[in-house]
């Protein structure tokens, strides 16, 4: 029916351009004569060739913190997406020694929690010594406050504290249920027969849904209630009458097309998973790990103003923009598009720098916008954080303020949902030339391996349990997928992805199911390259696999 059209075979692609097999560990970080051989040359006489000698160490460094959180989330076990026993590693040392740091790190993290703990020991010392001595007031008694040693451990146990009750005054906040955006009739009645259309495996999509629940074990107000979350947004008893007519009709023909039964009685042990309305799970951090986050980011900062990358504001949402070099551009025939790149989750830039400087090194000529998502990328929690529509206007008003034409617009995991924003909004779908995504969530949300993998699967391990504590737990992070990522806004379709785009998966993402997606992407004529052997942002630690993903802009 269809004149498909197939990307390089997987095993052809990793092993004869990415440069590294499945049995071979992978090429150590490219050196500075290697990666910049003009800065090489220059020495001393230039500002950027100091930045570019740690170029890969900082990579190096960064990277190996998200190949480990992406290792723990393969390595789990789910019945629609089995991975083999032995995936293929980056190098049994590298690995090993990103566990250890990650593991301090973490372990830091809870040290520093026992501040709340120190808090309450140090009060009450100080208020015993106090009504216990009966000479106060005849003489300045020595308190332990005297001390500076107590003075600094009640003042930092202080703030902890504080910080501590701040957040959890937040995450009440955002439990409570947000509104969802407003969706039109036809685009959720297309979104409905996509999705009937779409579904090759019926049994599994109920079950993942339904947390592993047998369809017949599901009864027609379970189906209900699940139909008005995904469609609606909201609780089945809070959607009007002729929403709840429209509701029933969803469930006659899911009924029909997937060719399932269910039961006419409500099953009051089977639960759905529904993203926006169910708990959070929130682990406060400490605020001195957020102290750090700022500091790395503070420091990549600084590296991006030595590339010349300029910061600016637009509304809520920050960026970083450097303008194409004149002469290199003037000696082009034709001038290419601009490049506007929105990261995934992150903890800071930092593991995204060797990529900003592979791609600030092969593509000088042309503007580069780096969008930063501070809610995303570890940013200090606050209440507000940027919509759909928020983040449209503010690329539309970029767009005006430099006067920019067409741009490449590329996102690497949660930026993939930015680009399917940009392209489908009608004030900014005039700014998209084409869009390159790596390691997209934003196709196929209608499955349930996104959702249940970020944030109902349960770790396997004591890793992996420290993992998602670390990442899935974090307050910006819980309250940016868990309240405001609405997947029938997120979603990217077929028909709305501009020709000419390119598709990277990680062949054991752990996110999403890589197989599936790539069916769903052959189906539809959409270009799409693997990585074999790759787990979620491996790429980023592999700079045959950056350049090929650069060489797609």
Not at 203 to 217: E, N, S
């Amino acid at each position: 029916m269809f004149a498909l059209r197939r990307a390089p075979s997987r095993t052809g692609c990793v092993d004869d351009i990415v440069g590294t097999s499945r049995a071979s560990p992978p090429s150590p970080p490219p050196s500075v004569a290697t990666v910049a051989p003009e800065l090489y040359e220059a020495g001393s006489n230039s500002a950027v060739a100091a930045i570019s000698r740690r170029c890969s160490a900082l990579a190096e460094c960064g990277t190996t913190m998200v190949d480990t959180a992406a290792d723990a989330f393969s390595t789990l076990d789910h019945p629609s997406s089995a991975l083999p026993r032995s995936i293929p590693s980056t190098g049994t040392v590298q690995v090993l020694a990103a566990r250890l740091a990650f593991l301090g790190i973490t372990t830091l993290f809870y040290v520093i929690h026992l501040a709340y703990l120190a808090f309450i020991a140090l009060t009450i010392l100080f208020t015993w010594q106090w009504a216990t001595d009966d000479e106060r007031t005849q003489s300045t008694p020595e308190f332990p406050m005297r001390r500076y040693w107590f003075l600094t451990l009640w003042v930092w146990s202080t703030v902890e504290l504080a910080f501590y009750l701040y957040q959890q005054w937040l995450a009440r906040h955002w439990q409570g249920n947000s509104d969802p955006p407003f969706i039109t009739r036809r685009r959720r009645r297309k979104l409905f027969a996509h999705t009937c259309d779409s579904i090759t495996d019926a049994y599994a999509f109920v079950r993942g849904w339904f947390h592993q629940a047998h369809p017949t074990d599901i009864g027609v107000e379970n189906g209900l209630e699940w139909l008005a979350w995904a469609f609606f947004g909201r609780p089945l008893d809070q959607i009007t009458d002729q929403e709840q007519v429209e509701v029933h009709s969803m469930l006659n023909d899911y009924v029909n097309t997937l060719n399932i039964s269910l039961r006419t009685e409500r099953n009051h042990n089977v639960n759905s998973m529904r993203l926006n309305l169910d708990p959070m799970r929130v682990l406060p951090r400490p605020l001195a790990s957020y102290l750090v986050i700022s500091l790395t980011h503070s420091v990549c900062a600084l590296l991006l103003l030595s590339l010349g990358f300029r910061q600016r504001c637009e509304s809520s949402v920050a960026y970083w923009i450097r303008k194409g070099t004149p002469s290199a551009t003037e000696s082009q025939q034709t001038e290419e598009p601009p490049i506007v790149f929105a990261h995934g989750l992150t903890p800071g830039f930092l593991p995204y720098f060797h990529f900003f400087f592979s791609m600030w090194r092969r593509h000088a000529h042309r503007t580069i916008v780096i969008l930063h998502l501070g809610h995303v990328a570890g940013g200090f929690p606050t209440r507000h954080i940027p919509s759909r529509t928020e983040v449209v206007r503010a690329a539309h008003r970029i767009f005006r303020r430099h006067r920019l034409a067409p741009a490449v617009w590329s996102g690497h995991s949660f930026g993939s949902v930015v680009c399917a924003w940009i392209s489908q909004a009608p004030i900014t779908r005039k700014h998209v030339h084409r869009v390159v995504m790596i390691d997209p969530i934003c196709f196929q949300l209608w499955e349930p391996d996104v959702a249940y993998n970020f944030f109902y699967r349960k770790p396997d391990g004591w890793f992996t349990q420290i993992v998602r504590r670390v990442l899935a737990a974090e307050l910006g992070v819980a309250a940016t997928i868990g309240r405001n990522f609405w997947w029938y806004e997120c979603v990217f379709l077929p028909d709305q992805v501009p020709s000419g785009s390119r598709v990277f998966l990680a062949e054991f993402d752990g996110i999403i199911e890589s197989s599936k997606v790539q069916r769903y992407l052959e189906h539809h004529r959409i270009s799409w390259h693997t990585f074999a052997g790759f787990r979620h942002s491996q790429f980023l630690a592999h700079a045959d696999a950056i350049n090929l993903v650069l060489e797609a802009y």
